[in-house]
């Protein structure tokens, strides 16, 4: 299961108590041992340390590798290369009588006096060595946890009448996990974390914003990528969505190779230039409302490839319709820009069958429910169903956060046909609602989309906009022992570095410049684009002169 280079892997629980070698920092290569660990744990005053066993402790040397390299279906191995010199922890918490997870933890020998946290994707059922890896870089101490289970990401089935482990998955796993990790770093150590810290894209944006909100004093700072954080309401838009498109074979059906072609195309032509430049980038989508009239058949026989019949269109005006059952709002709908990527979120893609499996195995355990099944009354089911406060991350008074000094920063990709991008600036809205005026939220909390992104990383095809500003999992295409925004490792390009600066010199983020490469996962390829996104509602507009591709002729208004 666990991979290291020397093999050097134990596994078991040791119970004698060996007495403690010294703990200063500079030498704990010697401390790194199965011995000291399970010490450190029985010494740790909390109950949560009952329940935990220290499964293994693997001195990692200079330059070498760690990880898995049996991932689940649909993740890279995760092998973390080229690693500082570290000691690599792996504990099982049994979090009830049927259910328990692994937390596994990165101990730098050079510790920068920080803790990361690091989140996962999808239901994922991993550990992400990955982003482990590329924070111990930094001097980090680093944590991941399995939240409970193997799967891979879009696989929801072992969640069928299992309560426990969804609860883990939900909060339970991360909010242990936190706790134990910040126990044990200060112990091995021997002194105190000076700040914490949290990356994650996706469902690991989800687990930060839920465990800040279940415990305001975990982190000082976030950085969260679009998270899912209302996913029973998710749930019910894409099965709304996805009845408005099907079937197939019907006459009102949009085929699904036009989403890429000849709509996204048709919202490029008439969004594109609002922000100054005509470069295929969309970046002003509020104020953009294009008309779809222009692509209707004007006869019998005109190409289907060409243009859509009035039902046709229809359908697309209910694609881009905001989900309301009655007058309540459920969801917001696709971003223009989005568009190329929705043949993976309707009919019959992997997030329409994540909805319908969501439905099937947790909220109605029937393992015939089907999609076309779908109807509000399923919504309201999904909404009130007990998982879903375990899950959704919706208490949008964070004032507690705040009045701990916690800072959030939050970005997602315009281009996002798995999360839809606007869940973010309704989720920004509603926290600022909740928590009045009488401090602004930018004090605390900073939003920021970037032009072009698809979900967490990359770029819409063909457009090839920059979007790398060092976002929990984009280093997982840069190459080995990548981390940070490769060649520009400071707090104007890589979104952690400025939220530390933020959080510990009080500079707020206006803007971050986000980079792409001309191979956009070969930074040695050198630098093709850099711009600016941000602090929302502010955008970038082009300054009007030279180069469109240099950050620098950008401005944020
Ligand atoms: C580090 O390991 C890589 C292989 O993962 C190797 O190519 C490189 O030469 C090593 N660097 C040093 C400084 O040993
Ligand atoms: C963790 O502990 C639980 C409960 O003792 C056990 O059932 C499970 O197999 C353990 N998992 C691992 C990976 O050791
Ligand atoms: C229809 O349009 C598509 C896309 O523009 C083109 O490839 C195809 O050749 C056209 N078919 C006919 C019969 O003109
Ligand atoms: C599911 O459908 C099968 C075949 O139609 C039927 O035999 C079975 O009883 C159904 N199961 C449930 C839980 O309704
Ligand atoms: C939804 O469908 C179920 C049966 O599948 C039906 O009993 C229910 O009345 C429907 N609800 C609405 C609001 O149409
Ligand atoms: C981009 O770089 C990656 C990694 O070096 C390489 O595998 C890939 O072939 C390159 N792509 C192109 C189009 O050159």
Redo the contacts with the bound molecule.
Sequence with gaps: MIHSHRGHVLLGIAVALIPQASQAYSSTTSECSLNNLVHLLSSIDDPLSNTA?V?SVTPVRQNDSYGDPNTPQGLPPMISTQLPELCAVEL???SSETS?Y?VSLFLPTEWNSRFLATGGGGTGGYINYLDMGAGSQYGFATMSTDNGHRSAPDDIQWAYKNPQELTDWGWRAMSGSVELSKQLIKGYYGDDIQYSYYTGCSMGGRQGLKEAQLSADSFDGMLIGAPPWWLSHQVAWYSEASNVYYPVDDSKSIPSELFSTLIAQTVIDQCDEIDGVKDGIVSDTENCHPNFDVLLCDSIGSNSSECLTSLQLETLANIYKDYYVGSEFVHPAFELSSEPGWSQSLGSGLITKFATDYIKYIVYEDLNWSLDQYNSSVYEQLKNHKSSAEIDADQFDMSPYRDHGGKILMYHGLSDAVVVTRVSSYFYKQVKVAMGESLPITDWFRLFFVPGMLHCQGSQPGVDAPWHINGAGQNWLTGPGAYSVPGFEDSKHDALLALMDWVEHGNAVDQIVATAWRNSTDPSSGVWKQRPICSYPKMAKYSGVGDVNEARNWYCE
Excluded: G, Q
């Design positions: 066993k499964l099982n918490v049994s328990s692994t």
